[in-house]
């Protein structure tokens, strides 16, 4: 049986979907979500295998919601009344969508295409949709006490990873997130993010200083005060990516 939960902000939506899905013996609806903050926190109390997830919500989209999970994810199916993101993103990656008005043959194809998924290949295919040049995601999730709170990319200041655990450092307030640096390495924007070493990756919009240390390392000032080191394999990477290069 295959557990699967529907993410859509309207109603009706999730309505036609819990009909469509009905017809499908081998398929069990766990639960649903109206927003891209709930469906982080069912996708992590529930644990579906498959996730149907509209595009389109306010606050937090579905490829915000991709990206601010971690691995290894439910497989996925995006949902979106806006052919151009299907036509932009989807045809050149493995994870299936669906355009609305959702049809029950369209469904039925994109259950097949998404089950015959390995999860290395469901992972990959998400990944290369977060780093399309009109869907890298903009907003994270992140965790404060029992509460998720969305974080806007101009708000981050860096991530910095410590003991198997990810920060996300913004102004004021720092958060925890799911996704490992590797993981937000893949998907962000290499013109607005740049790793500096194994543990941290910093917005670059905030450094306002690099200074060159004894043996090749580096010593990133922020905005904010804190220094950050950069490694030697990545000094020259990071003056280049401020300079523009």
Not at 17 to 33: H, M, N, P
């Amino acid at each position: 049986m295959i557990r699967v939960l529907i993410v859509d902000d309207e109603l009706p939506a999730r309505e036609r979907l819990r009909q469509l899905l009905s017809t499908f013996k081998e398929l069990q609806i766990v639960d649903e979500a109206g927003n891209g903050m709930q469906a982080i926190e069912k996708i992590d109390r529930v644990r579906p295998d498959l996730v149907l997830l509209d595009i389109q919500m306010p606050g937090c989209s579905g490829i915000d919601v991709a990206a601010s999970l971690s691995s290894p994810r439910p497989k996925l199916i995006f949902c979106t009344a806006f052919e151009q993101y299907a036509v932009d993103a989807f045809e050149l990656s493995a994870v299936d969508y669906l355009l609305k008005p959702i049809t029950r043959a369209r469904l039925s194809r994109a259950l097949e295409r998404v089950q015959a998924l390995s999860e290395t290949e469901a992972d990959a295919s998400v990944d290369r949709v977060a780093r399309h040049v009109h869907m890298t995601p903009m907003r994270f999730l992140g965790r404060c006490g029992s509460r998720f709170v969305v974080i806007h990319q101009t708000d981050v200041v860096y991530l910095h990873s410590e003991g198997g655990i990810t920060k996300l450092h913004a102004a004021g307030q720092n958060y925890l997130v799911d996704p490992t640096l590797n993981d937000f390495e893949r998907r962000l924007d290499p013109a607005v993010f740049c790793r500096l070493s194994r543990t941290v990756i910093v917005n670059l919009d905030y450094v306002t200083e690099v200074d060159t240390l004894i043996g090749g390392y580096g010593d990133a000032l922020l905005k904010n005060g804190i220094r950050l080191e950069v490694s030697r394999r990545r000094l020259r990477y990071l003056l280049a990516k401020l300079e523009g290069i």
